[in-house]
């Protein structure tokens, strides 16, 4: 489930699609994650949060249910219909239209600024990053969440090389782009490029699920362009293969839990 960052013309998924992002990707992966960024960023009773790229929403719910009872919650998101299933979720929530690298609210108006799973879909991180400074206070925090790199993945590490072995190496780089802000130093120092001081960095393993080795391979090939630049056999052969390459993820049921590592970067705007 890839959410490459294109024009935000272009950039726009159906509905359908997003409903079953929530139904289906939050409860099996995102939603783990969000209680871990928020008490890393230390969110709590009465804060002004925003969530960058909020998808769905799932950290903007996590975050609302902490700043209770007069903290206040605002999700952004490019893509409409994300925003359309986060507020049929929770309409209690504020949800807007919004690019991470020109966000849409005055300096300095929120204590803790979140962004799970997203940064590595900005085509201009350095810039996102900068808006996200922009906007929380002096003294106030910025987390972000990413994928740790490739080479940190026990089940798509040998599943992507698998596939660009097959499909050539562009399906690397297609399938990689979940981990392309992989690298800590690389990422501290954007981080920092913003003006933001690093306060804390975590790695932390969570789980990847999906309900078949199929499934994995329907997810991670047809939602990206890669599905279109490989032939039927190529996509056979891929098929074939990710079953030994999962098979050490594979439970008795058939599906697959893998480790996943994430990197949490907290900073502090002086
Ligand atoms: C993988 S989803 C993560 C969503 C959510 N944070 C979560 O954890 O479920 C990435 C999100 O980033 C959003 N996104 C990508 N580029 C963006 C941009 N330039 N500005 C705002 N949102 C963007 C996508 O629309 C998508 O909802």
Excluded: K
Excluded at 2 to 21: C, K
Excluded at 63 to 87: F, H, Q, S
Excluded at 170 to 196: H, N, P, Q, R
Excluded at 238 to 260: G, K, N, Y
């Amino acid at each position: 489930m890839t959410m490459s960052g294109e024009s935000s013309e272009s950039f726009q998924i159906p509905l359908e699609v997003a409903e079953f992002y929530e139904s289906v990707f939050v409860p099996a992966f995102f939603a783990q994650w969000a209680p871990i960024l928020c008490d890393a960023a230390g969110v709590a009773s009465g804060q002004r949060v925003l969530d960058v790229g909020c998808g769905s929403g799932i950290v903007a719910r996590t975050a609302a249910d902490l700043v209770v009872p007069d903290g206040r919650i605002v999700g952004v998101d490019l893509n409409e219909a994300m925003l359309t299933v986060a507020r049929r979720v929770r309409p209690d929530i504020e949800f807007r239209r919004g690019n991470a690298e020109a966000l849409p609210f005055l300096d300095e108006s929120f204590d803790t600024v979140l962004c799970q799973m997203a940064l590595m879909f900005f085509p201009d991180r350095p810039r996102a990053l900068w808006e996200m400074a922009r906007v929380v206070t002096a003294g106030g925090t910025v987390a972000v969440l990413v994928p740790g790199a490739l080479d940190a993945q026990p089940a798509f590490a040998p599943f992507v090389r698998m596939a660009a072995r097959h499909a050539g190496t562009e399906a690397m780089s297609l399938l990689g782009t979940y981990f392309v802000c992989g690298d800590v130093e690389e990422l501290t120092g954007l981080v920092e490029s913003a003006g933001l001081q690093i306060a804390t960095i975590r790695t932390r393993l969570g789980t990847y699920r999906a309900p078949s080795v199929d499934a994995f391979v329907t997810t991670e090939v047809e939602s990206t362009p890669l599905l279109e630049r490989i032939s039927d056999d190529e996509y056979r052969r891929i098929r074939a293969d990710a079953h030994d390459v999962l098979a050490p993820f594979t439970t008795t049921d058939d599906s697959i839990e893998a480790p996943f590592e994430c990197n949490i970067v907290v900073a502090r705007r002086q």
